[in-house]
């Protein structure tokens, strides 16, 4: 596949795209989002009843829980629908060296993450119906844990073809390593 003038200016000499793919953007909530949306649920329904109770005490003050009922409502949508509309604004691309992972999100603008791969790339295959090939993690430090999160083109239709073509950079990359 040849590059084009755009990724010229990103790729490294010599480097070449060798596929380039989308993220399956259907309705297919993470199983965490579920307890989110729960929680949502609950914050919302609280903030409902909060504030019939306080309207039946006459004045405006039940306007005070707008804005918990708001958040509610927010943290349902955004355990429903982000992952769909965060993979919708994704796109994916391989090279002969690199894994890129480009966004295009409100707020956050433009952002390329790219993944160096090579023979220590811990590659994993998820099959199904979109696939997802994993290779690269995050390791995120929060309050009292460690949590890792794994990096990779999700939800995508042709997941074995370019596990096959990470796989191929990785021999070819210890190839590389053992001739020097």
């Known amino acids: 596949m040849k590059s084009n003038d755009a990724w010229d200016q990103i790729l490294d000499p010599g480097e070449q795209v060798i596929w380039q793919g989308r993220p399956d953007a259907g309705f297919a909530p993470h199983p965490f989002r579920i307890f989110e949306g729960i929680f949502g649920l609950f914050f919302a329904s609280f903030a409902l009843f909060w504030m019939t109770q306080a ?3 006459g004045g405006g ?6 804005l918990h009922f708001s958040v509610g409502v927010g943290i349902i949508l955004h355990a429903l629908f982000w992952d ?10 391989l090279s002969d060296r ?21 023979e220590d790339a811990d590659l994993r295959l998820i099959d199904g119906s ?6 690269a993690s995050e390791t995120m430090q929060t309050k ?7 990096i990779g083109f999700e939800r995508i239709a ?4 370019v596990y096959r073509k990470i796989r191929n950079i990785q021999l070819q ?6 001739d020097t």
């Not at 003050?61 to 707008?66: A, D, K, N, V």
């Open 173 to 178: 990359s210890a190839d590389r390593s053992a």
């Open 84 to 93: 769909s509309f965060k993979r919708n604004r994704t796109w994916y691309t």
């Open 61 to 66: 003050f039940w306007m005070f829980g707008l």
């Open 130 to 135: 979109p696939a997802s090939v994993f290779f």
């Open 158 to 161: 042709d997941g074995k073809a």
């Open 98 to 118: 690199r894994a890129f992972i480009a966004t295009d999100l409100p707020l956050l603008g433009k952002r390329l993450a790219s993944y160096v791969i090579n």
């Open 144 to 150: 009292g844990s460690v949590k890792t999160r794994p």
């Open 55 to 57: 309207a039946k005490g």
